[in-house]
């Protein structure tokens, strides 16, 4: 049987959070989760909390008839890219769910459902990428305990609880495809399954988890992918800098796939076990902790993929415009 409503094979997601089932029926989540301190829950066990589970086909809607169908039916946004809607786990994907196109537009507002809201104005204190023993995969905002923390693009809170390293963290999937995080929380005033729109109040700043001192970690993630948000958003005008933004698998490879670029960086500049683990060379410009000798042939280009850093990065650190003439033996902070 085959109701009017329903396209045929339709997929469609039971969300019992909706209903306020939500505690009970998933077994791992309630309120009180939500503004945990740090070490509160080190020891509690992970637990998937996989709502895909309610996953129902519009043939089994259609027997419930057109009342119950308008009150349990909701879609999770962009259920059309995403197989789970998981809200234990930050990062719940597979890689059989990442991003292996080519390419992808991702249009990121549209005036009818999706709007663009900058999550804190503040200035960037760290940015995406390698940092001295781990990648760095959101951009660090300044930002003081307390402030209050928005949502970025419409769509629907995914996760919000503490879990290690993020402290107090909201996770929100969007209508354009993205997943955004907001790190260090120190008040969590969202549930999962929560329709929020940009701008929306999401928490308060602070310092939970693995910070030192009050700042927001911010991430844009695709298909669990993280993107260096400064590709997107204008920090110090507080807009988008692009509607469209091109995703291309070239990018992934060479920008944002921080372990991978960090493992072929120790491999490319030959470092020894013992050099790796000490971290304190950095060879091929024969250079001490932190600072590269610029060789003959080298461009900020280079430099800037070799030593795992961005050209703006190296610019901002020293004092160098991008038509910079380089001399070899120079010395570049890193
Ligand atoms: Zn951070």
């Given at each position: 049987m085959q109701h009017p409503k329903i396209v045929k094979n339709f997929i469609c997601i039971l969300s019992l959070s909706c209903l306020g089932f939500f505690s009970t029926a998933a077994g791992t989540f309630s309120?009180?989760?939500?503004?945990?301190?740090?070490?509160?829950?080190?020891?509690a066990k992970i637990k998937r909390d996989d709502t895909t589970k309610q996953v129902i086909q519009s043939e089994m809607l259609a027997e419930a008839g057109d009342e119950s169908i308008d009150t349990v039916q909701i879609l999770f946004p962009s259920h059309d890219l995403y197989s789970s809607w998981d809200t234990s786990m930050a990062h719940p994907y597979h890689f059989y769910e990442?991003?292996?196109?080519d390419s992808v537009i991702i249009?990121?507002?549209?005036?009818?459902d999706c709007g663009f809201s900058m999550p804190f104005r503040g200035g960037i204190t760290s940015e995406f990428g390698w940092r001295k023993y781990r990648p760095h995969y959101g951009t660090d905002i300044d930002l003081e305990t307390g402030d209050s923390v928005v949502n970025a693009f419409d769509g629907m809170v995914r996760m919000a609880k503490y879990c290690s390293g993020y402290g107090n963290c909201v996770i929100v999937r969007h209508n354009n495809g993205l997943e955004t995080v907001y790190g260090h929380l120190s008040k969590i005033m969202v549930e999962p399954g929560q329709t929020v729109t940009a701008g929306g109040a999401l928490g308060l700043g602070g310092n939970t988890?693995?910070?030192?001192?009050?700042?927001l970690h911010f991430e844009m993630r695709y298909l669990g992918q993280a993107l260096d948000t400064e590709d997107f958003l204008d920090y110090s005008k507080g807009?988008?800098?692009?509607?469209t933004f091109t995703l291309r698998k070239s990018d992934v490879e060479n920008k944002y796939d921080l372990r991978a670029l960090h493992s072929r960086h120790k491999r490319d500049i030959g470092l020894t076990r013992a050099e790796r683990k000490s971290g304190k060379y950095v060879k091929g410009g024969k250079s001490f902790k932190g600072i590269y000798k610029i060789r003959s042939g080298d461009s900020l280009g280079t430099i800037a993929r070799k030593n795992h850093t961005t050209v703006k990065a190296l610019c901002k650190k020293n004092g160098l415009k991008l038509t910079s003439k380089l001399r070899p033996g120079q010395k570049l902070k890193i």
């Amino acid at each position: 049987m085959q109701h009017p409503k329903i396209v045929k094979n339709f997929i469609c997601i039971l969300s019992l959070s909706c209903l306020g089932f939500f505690s009970t029926a998933a077994g791992t989540f309630s309120p009180d989760d939500r503004n945990k301190k740090p070490d509160d829950d080190k020891k509690a066990k992970i637990k998937r909390d996989d709502t895909t589970k309610q996953v129902i086909q519009s043939e089994m809607l259609a027997e419930a008839g057109d009342e119950s169908i308008d009150t349990v039916q909701i879609l999770f946004p962009s259920h059309d890219l995403y197989s789970s809607w998981d809200t234990s786990m930050a990062h719940p994907y597979h890689f059989y769910e990442a991003f292996k196109g080519d390419s992808v537009i991702i249009t990121l507002t549209q005036t009818a459902d999706c709007g663009f809201s900058m999550p804190f104005r503040g200035g960037i204190t760290s940015e995406f990428g390698w940092r001295k023993y781990r990648p760095h995969y959101g951009t660090d905002i300044d930002l003081e305990t307390g402030d209050s923390v928005v949502n970025a693009f419409d769509g629907m809170v995914r996760m919000a609880k503490y879990c290690s390293g993020y402290g107090n963290c909201v996770i929100v999937r969007h209508n354009n495809g993205l997943e955004t995080v907001y790190g260090h929380l120190s008040k969590i005033m969202v549930e999962p399954g929560q329709t929020v729109t940009a701008g929306g109040a999401l928490g308060l700043g602070g310092n939970t988890g693995r910070s030192s001192g009050s700042h927001l970690h911010f991430e844009m993630r695709y298909l669990g992918q993280a993107l260096d948000t400064e590709d997107f958003l204008d920090y110090s005008k507080g807009t988008l800098k692009t509607n469209t933004f091109t995703l291309r698998k070239s990018d992934v490879e060479n920008k944002y796939d921080l372990r991978a670029l960090h493992s072929r960086h120790k491999r490319d500049i030959g470092l020894t076990r013992a050099e790796r683990k000490s971290g304190k060379y950095v060879k091929g410009g024969k250079s001490f902790k932190g600072i590269y000798k610029i060789r003959s042939g080298d461009s900020l280009g280079t430099i800037a993929r070799k030593n795992h850093t961005t050209v703006k990065a190296l610019c901002k650190k020293n004092g160098l415009k991008l038509t910079s003439k380089l001399r070899p033996g120079q010395k570049l902070k890193i």
